[in-house]
């Protein structure tokens, strides 16, 4: 296809505004795909993904569309992941292709995600058309939702266009939106190949899968090409584009977008962002921009039943075939036994990962807290990369920490701001910037990421009775006051329980530590201290007491079966429960304990 008659594009929205109906209309009216085999939301395809109403890998497919001027163009959608977690995925993906719609809820209005995702697309340069979905819904109010489109993001509004994506209205006006309002890719057929390696996935059949936006140069089969960050060489052994249907092709040519396999092992081998080239004349500089994207959230996952550690290596070595940005090492503690110190993107990347080990593979896991990476400066001038809290050094050698920092954008309605202003300082936020638009207040953070990695959504959520919506971009590591907190348990200290805390809070979260356990452990037949620590020091401390009777004691008589019912109940609940010492624990305190509210 010549370039004049290719219109690249993403499509960018918050959560449940609508990019994967809109898609599937797109899709749909082209007929690309027979109505038979159109599915509901064709491009969301992973189980966690539908359920949970996000896209988290980036899909693409490629739409023929007769335009009524007559000519036939080429419509290449990169769907992009919508989640914060994902965004150097979704700022690559931006980079191969040249416009995005812009879907808004005109019921909603922009929310945090809508500003993240389509400042990205700024960045790229991109054309914008803004598109208001759902007008069908009586609540619909698209005049106030362009001018809200104009005051916060500051792109023209005037034209948008007035979609339902549910009932196919606005539909044709959008697919001549993309052939006339979003340039034409530009690239040349003759220059050394340069295609940018946008995302790539496992697939059990093919092995390796990459997706590619050629740039310049034309890429064939059989062509031996090399990925210009790893040096490494593969023969091209197909290519072909996705309608959505993997469908093989004789060539892609400049501005076109399509897939290449090429006996490629790992998912690791392929950079996104990388550079695909010829081996031979090939081009001489990458393409723009390239960093690898690194794990920023570390946890610990440990099967519940030690014997299935084996099962939960062969699953997790499984799921990072697919899934390069996960990491994962072997990981001992004392209280857990064996298990994995896993990093992920995010929040929301660990909580998918963590899913699918055990809906996919049936594991039972205990996950402790997460955590960040702290930059340790030792007093010998040393520096320390910290992943887990159990192994910070002992604190008379350190001479400071550092920890990393987020901006951190919320956008709420006006009757929540004193709710929501009160946790950002709660969790020593430094507040950047409060604006009004219409009756949301959009405010601007500096928070710790440790402070968010835990429970902040989920008590963001609650306070505003989910009205709220936040999006978050790591802004660098600063130094503050931390210090280790260990919680000891029958005098002993509980490894997967120790966590880095800011000094002058340290009382207080270990105050709430030692009761939460309190509650969380079941009594034992003697009394169990529990105390908070830091360094040699208690800070904090109850007692559980001890038992006093045999739970059967509460049985009258000689009921024999009521009385092996009671002990199998205890049983099975013992299987959740981890031997510490001499204490139970079971495996839900690791992380209720850590939960603050
Ligand atoms: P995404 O998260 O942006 O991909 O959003 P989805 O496409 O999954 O849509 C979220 C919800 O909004 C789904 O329940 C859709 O059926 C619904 N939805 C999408 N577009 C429309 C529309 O134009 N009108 C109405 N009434 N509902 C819509
Ligand atoms: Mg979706």
């Known amino acids: 296809t010549d370039l004049a008659h290719i219109r690249n594009f993403s499509i960018v929205a918050h ?10 209309r797109l899709i749909q009216s082209t007929n690309t795909v027979s109505e038979r085999e159109m599915k509901e939301q064709l491009l969301d395809a992973m189980d966690i993904e539908r359920e949970r109403g996000i896209t988290i890998k980036a899909n693409t497919v490629r739409i023929e569309y007769i335009a009524d001027n007559g000519e036939q163009y080429v419509l290449n959608l990169i769907d992009t992941p919508g989640h914060v977690d994902f965004a150097y995925e979704v700022s690559r993906s931006m980079r191969a292709v040249e416009g995005s719609l812009l879907v808004v809820d005109s019921t909603q209005g922009v929310e945090a995600q809508t500003l993240a995702n389509v400042y990205q697309a700024i960045d790229a340069d991109h054309e914008i058309v803004p598109v208001l979905n759902k007008i069908d819904l009586p609540a619909s109010e698209p005049e106030r939702v362009k001018e809200q489109i104009e005051d916060v993001i500051g792109i023209d509004a005037e034209h948008a266009l007035l979609v339902s994506a549910k009932s196919g209205l606005g539909i044709k006006e959008t697919l001549e939106a993309i052939v006339h309002r979003l340039p034409a890719p530009t690239g040349e057929r003759d220059a050394p190949l340069k295609a940018m390696l946008v995302d790539s996935w496992y697939d059990a059949y093919l092995g390796v899968v990459v997706l590619v936006r050629i740039m310049d140069g034309v890429l064939k089969k059989g ?44 998912v690791r081998d392929t ?10 004349k090939g081009a001489e500089k990458p393409l723009p921009g390239f960093k690898p994207s690194v794990p920023v959230v570390f946890c610990g996952l440990f099967p519940v039943d030690s014997a299935e550690f084996e099962d939960l290596r062969d699953a997790i070595e499984k799921l990072a075939l697919n899934d390069a940005s996960f990491s994962y090492e072997m990981e001992t503690s004392a209280a857990l036994g064996f298990g994995f110190r896993c990093g992920f993107l995010g929040l929301l990347h660990l909580e998918v ?57 919320i956008l709420v309605p006006d009757e929540y701001l004193g709710d929501v202003l009160k946790l950002c300082q709660d969790r020593r936020g430094l507040q950047l910037d409060l604006t009004y638009a219409g009756n949301r207040a959009m405010v601007v953070y500096d928070l710790p990421l440790n402070e968010v990695v835990f429970d902040f959504y989920d008590r963001l959520k609650s306070v505003t009775k989910g009205y709220a919506s936040f999006d978050y971009q790591m802004i660098g590591y600063r130094e503050d006051n931390l210090v280790r907190m260990s919680i000891l348990v029958n005098d002993e200290a509980v490894d997967a329980l120790s966590m880095l805390v800011h000094r002058d809070r340290a009382e207080m979260r270990g105050r709430a530590m030692c009761e939460k356990l309190k509650e969380l452990i079941p009594r034992h037949m003697f009394k169990i201290p529990i105390q908070a620590a830091i360094g040699g020091k ?45 204490v139970e624990i079971p495996q839900e305190a690791f992380i209720s304990a850590l939960k603050m509210d």
């Open 353 to 409: 990962i963590r899913d699918r080990l055990e809906r996919e593979y049936d594991i039972e896991l205990i996950t402790t807290a997460p955590s960040v990476i702290y930059h340790v400066y030792m007093k010998d001038d040393t520096k320390i990369d910290l992943h887990n809290p159990a192994d910070m050094p002992d604190m008379s050698k350190v001479d400071h920490v550092e920890e990393p920092r987020i901006k951190a954008t």
């Open 223 to 266: 062509d031996k090409i090399k990925m210009m960050q790893t040096g490494a060489t593969y023969p091209v052994d197909r290519i072909g584009v996705f309608r959505p249907a993997m469908q093989n092709v004789d060539e892609l040519g400049p501005g076109e977008i399509g897939f290449l396999t090429a006996q490629i092992k790992q």
């Open 15 to 24: 959560i449940d505004h609508g990019k994967s109906t809109l898609a599937d």
């Open 271 to 280: 950079k996104v962002g990388d550079t695909i080239t010829h081996e031979k």
């Open 538 to 582: 208690v800070i904090a401390r109850e007692t559980l007491s001890a038992m006093r009777k045999d739970v059967t004691a509460k049985c009258y008589g000689g009921d024999a079966t009521r009385k092996k019912k009671l002990l199998e109940k205890q049983k099975a609940g013992k299987k959740k429960m981890r031997q510490f010492g001499k």
